[in-house]
């Protein structure tokens, strides 16, 4: 086994980069936090043992300056980086440097990065690692014509996506063929603007999906194992606002084949690290791969207090060589997540930043609250407006939910608006109790207009 890091520069800020300082400490590794101008006073600048500001507020100038980090990695004499979420995470140049200087990327491969990162090229080391993928053959269209040539075959509706896409940017529904050019032209132009690259390629529509990703890690050995499934399904323009384990919609027998797909696409690309491979599951509990994100992610602890591991430590350990041992896991009781963004859900998500005036966080048995806000804390508008995760555990999915009412009725913050409020009105919608939602479900609901 290779040695441990020395120390860890944590590219990133807020929660995440709290999360990440905790496990170090747990595992004796030293820290570097990396903060812009705006975060000061922030906590991952305190708890961290060493500290370096990187430059202003903007993050094109801060967290996602590749000069700049690797400048503090250099001064400090970190032997790895940690990106969390976000930011430069998925970022395949930035593995790639990391690794060109002798630091360890605490991610996969920068090859892997850059593959998952293509749409297409994905779906083609999906296809041929036997896992499901929707119809569609995966080739870039041609043109216009090309794409309602083949939608004629294919039947509408049809899906264009950008093949550089990713959050629903330069993706449409195509419902009949007098609406293909239209569509086409504005898919093209969204993904050209977003991305730099208009590349366009076509699925069959799978009509009200649920959004379930299956947590996997692998290790340098090759192997590698399913941490079991988050249901993401409760979604507002392609951003998550709840995420919960295990799926309603879940079986024990397609909990094993969605779990074996998703080992196969990790073991067909020699895949290291954590890694979550999404899938699009139909009425009929069908699957089929949409995308795998190479990082680890927002929603982690669901899985984390599903299994009762540390995925950092995992995440870490295997960075540093160590092999993982054996099974795949099945949840334990239920676990949901609620993500507290600084946004006025009564008024389109409108960001809500500004200074906390006060903040008491619920409590007790059963409930985590990861983040990195208090009383006196500054919300800047410059950044992501997730300003806590507040995770519960249960022994039933209906004790869970009655102890997020109760752990939401308790999380208190004065001075701005937050997503509470919505999270309290979606418990109380019998189809969410009643697991009766796909990712088109809260786009269909009238929501109250406070
Ligand atoms: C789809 C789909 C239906 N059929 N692909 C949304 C984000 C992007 N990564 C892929 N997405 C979708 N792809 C086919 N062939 C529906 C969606 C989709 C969606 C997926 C997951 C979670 C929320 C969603 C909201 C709208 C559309």
């Given at each position: 086994m290779a040695e441990k890091f020395n120390k860890i520069l944590i590219a990133n800020r807020g929660e995440i980069a709290l999360r990440i300082i905790r496990t170090c400490r747990e595992m004796g590794i030293k820290t570097v936090a990396i903060y812009s101008t705006a975060d000061r006073e922030s906590l991952h600048v305190r708890f961290a043992d060493e500290a370096v500001c990187?430059?202003?507020?903007a993050s094109s100038e801060s967290y996602l300056s590749i000069p700049k980090i690797m400048a503090a990695v250099e001064i400090t004499n970190a032997d790895a980086v940690h990106p969390g979420y976000?930011?430069?995470?998925?970022?395949a140049d930035f593995a790639e440097i990391c690794q060109d200087y002798g630091i360890k990327f605490i991610g996969p491969r920068p090859e892997h990065i850059r593959n998952m990162g293509d749409k297409i090229t994905a779906k083609e080391t999906m296809i041929r690692a036997g896992v499901p993928v929707v119809p569609g053959d995966g080739t870039l269209l041609k043109s216009a014509e090309d794409g309602m040539a083949r939608a004629e075959t294919m039947g509408y509706p049809v899906m264009i996506k950008a093949?550089?896409?990713?959050?629903?940017?330069?993706m449409r529904v195509v419902n009949r063929k007098e609406d293909f050019v239209n569509l086409w032209n504005s898919a093209r132009a969204e993904a050209k603007a977003s991305f730099g690259n208009d590349g366009i390629y076509m699925e069959k529509y799978i009509v009200q999906p649920r959004h379930i990703e299956i947590q996997i890690i692998g290790d340098q050995n090759g192997r590698v194992i399913h941490l079991s499934e988050r249901d993401?399904?409760?979604?507002r323009r392609h951003q998550k606002l709840l995420e919960e384990c295990p799926s309603p919609f879940m079986t024990d027998e397609l909990r094993d084949r969605m779990g074996e797909a998703a080992i196969q696409a990790g073991e067909a690309i020699g895949y290291e690290g954590v890694g979550t491979v999404e899938f699009l599951v139909d009425a009929d509990r069908n699957f089929y791969f949409m995308e795998m994100n190479t990082r680890i992610q927002v929603e982690h602890p669901v899985t984390e207090e599903s299994i009762d591991h540390d995925l950092i430590k995992e995440q870490i350990k295997v960075a540093y060589g160590e092999p993982i041992s054996g099974k795949n896991y099945t949840p334990k009781g239920h676990v949901i997540e609620c993500r507290i963004n600084a946004e006025d859900p009564w008024n389109d998500f409108r960001p809500s930043p500004g200074k906390i005036s006060s903040f008491h966080s619920s409590k007790g048995h059963g409930v985590r609250v990861d983040t990195h806000v208090y009383a006196g804390y500054t919300v800047s508008p410059?950044?992501?407006?997730?300003?806590a995760k507040l995770i519960v555990r249960a022994p039933t999915r209906a004790e869970a939910i009655t102890k997020m009412e109760r752990a939401l009725d308790e999380f208190i913050v004065e001075g701005i608006k937050t997503t509470v409020p919505f999270h309290q009105w979606l418990l109380k919608q019998e189809d969410f109790r009643e697991g009766n939602f796909d990712t088109g479900w809260l786009g269909k609901q009238d929501m109250p207009k406070k």
């Amino acid at each position: 086994m290779a040695e441990k890091f020395n120390k860890i520069l944590i590219a990133n800020r807020g929660e995440i980069a709290l999360r990440i300082i905790r496990t170090c400490r747990e595992m004796g590794i030293k820290t570097v936090a990396i903060y812009s101008t705006a975060d000061r006073e922030s906590l991952h600048v305190r708890f961290a043992d060493e500290a370096v500001c990187i430059g202003p507020a903007a993050s094109s100038e801060s967290y996602l300056s590749i000069p700049k980090i690797m400048a503090a990695v250099e001064i400090t004499n970190a032997d790895a980086v940690h990106p969390g979420y976000g930011f430069l995470s998925e970022n395949a140049d930035f593995a790639e440097i990391c690794q060109d200087y002798g630091i360890k990327f605490i991610g996969p491969r920068p090859e892997h990065i850059r593959n998952m990162g293509d749409k297409i090229t994905a779906k083609e080391t999906m296809i041929r690692a036997g896992v499901p993928v929707v119809p569609g053959d995966g080739t870039l269209l041609k043109s216009a014509e090309d794409g309602m040539a083949r939608a004629e075959t294919m039947g509408y509706p049809v899906m264009i996506k950008a093949t550089a896409g990713g959050g629903g940017k330069g993706m449409r529904v195509v419902n009949r063929k007098e609406d293909f050019v239209n569509l086409w032209n504005s898919a093209r132009a969204e993904a050209k603007a977003s991305f730099g690259n208009d590349g366009i390629y076509m699925e069959k529509y799978i009509v009200q999906p649920r959004h379930i990703e299956i947590q996997i890690i692998g290790d340098q050995n090759g192997r590698v194992i399913h941490l079991s499934e988050r249901d993401c399904s409760v979604q507002r323009r392609h951003q998550k606002l709840l995420e919960e384990c295990p799926s309603p919609f879940m079986t024990d027998e397609l909990r094993d084949r969605m779990g074996e797909a998703a080992i196969q696409a990790g073991e067909a690309i020699g895949y290291e690290g954590v890694g979550t491979v999404e899938f699009l599951v139909d009425a009929d509990r069908n699957f089929y791969f949409m995308e795998m994100n190479t990082r680890i992610q927002v929603e982690h602890p669901v899985t984390e207090e599903s299994i009762d591991h540390d995925l950092i430590k995992e995440q870490i350990k295997v960075a540093y060589g160590e092999p993982i041992s054996g099974k795949n896991y099945t949840p334990k009781g239920h676990v949901i997540e609620c993500r507290i963004n600084a946004e006025d859900p009564w008024n389109d998500f409108r960001p809500s930043p500004g200074k906390i005036s006060s903040f008491h966080s619920s409590k007790g048995h059963g409930v985590r609250v990861d983040t990195h806000v208090y009383a006196g804390y500054t919300v800047s508008p410059y950044y992501d407006s997730m300003i806590a995760k507040l995770i519960v555990r249960a022994p039933t999915r209906a004790e869970a939910i009655t102890k997020m009412e109760r752990a939401l009725d308790e999380f208190i913050v004065e001075g701005i608006k937050t997503t509470v409020p919505f999270h309290q009105w979606l418990l109380k919608q019998e189809d969410f109790r009643e697991g009766n939602f796909d990712t088109g479900w809260l786009g269909k609901q009238d929501m109250p207009k406070k």
